[in-house]
């Protein structure tokens, strides 16, 4: 999906993914002192005003204007303030200062736009900052409930050690990759509770 289909898709008055946030994302950052933050694809913004709201100093960043400006509302609505940023996560230039926190959520790219994406996010991390990645596991199309039933869409996370490999190689920083691993969400459907199948990569940016 380009930006254009995710801006139909938002194009509700509803919030597609809802205001709470992902289930993973408090407990990966409980440990943390709120600090920067940027939340890459951040959609209708939910991870990233959650974040605002614990006190880290977001800025959201998704190519789709109406998903961005859904953001824009649900902080303004939550009393917290947000940088909300229109740009593609394949090539946007973070500030050279880098953040503490680079969190990205279900962002669903082929292998190689993935890549870049993920070289994105290593650019984003300042030196002591923590990069959390949850993303729909390869398995979750056989094994798991809902997601996209492309396979391009979906990773493992050797998938992604491999992509932070590359980004850590040619930006010459050093991670040290501390979960790496496939987790079970439970998701509430009318049929009752299923699972679905994600993987979440955590790393620390150390030099
Ligand atoms: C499944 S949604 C997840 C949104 C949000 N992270 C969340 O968990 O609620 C995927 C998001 O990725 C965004 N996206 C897809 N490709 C992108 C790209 N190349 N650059 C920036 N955003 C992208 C879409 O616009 C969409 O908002």
């Not at 070289?119 to 390869?138: N, Q």
Request: aromatic share 6%; charged share 25%.
């Amino acid at each position: 999906m380009d930006a254009s289909d995710w801006n139909a898709r938002y194009d509700t008055s509803e919030l597609i993914w809802k205001g709470e946030p992902n289930q993973f994302l408090p407990l990966e950052v409980a440990d943390l002192t709120p600090g920067s933050a940027v939340d890459l694809a951040c959609g209708e913004g939910r991870n990233a005003v959650w974040l605002a709201k614990q006190g880290w100093t977001v800025t959201g960043v998704d190519f789709s204007s109406v998903g961005v400006e859904k953001g824009r509302k649900l902080a303004t609505e939550n009393g917290v303030e947000a940088t909300w940023v229109v740009a593609d996560a394949t090539s946007w230039e973070p500030p050279s200062a880098g953040f503490d926190l680079v969190a990205v959520f279900y962002l669903q790219l082929p292998a190689v736009e993935r890549r870049a994406s993920m070289h994105t996010a290593v650019r984003s991390l300042a030196i002591g900052g923590t990069l959390v990645l949850v993303g729909h596991d390869l398995l979750n199309l056989t094994e798991g409930h809902g997601g996209p039933q492309d396979p391009t869409f979906l990773l493992t996370a050797e998938d992604i050690v491999d992509d932070l490999t590359a980004a850590e190689v040619s930006l010459d920083v050093e991670l040290v990759i501390e979960k790496s691993e496939r987790v079970d969400r439970v998701v509430a459907t009318e049929d009752g509770e299923r699972t679905a199948i994600d993987t979440l990569v955590r790393v620390r940016r150390v030099a």
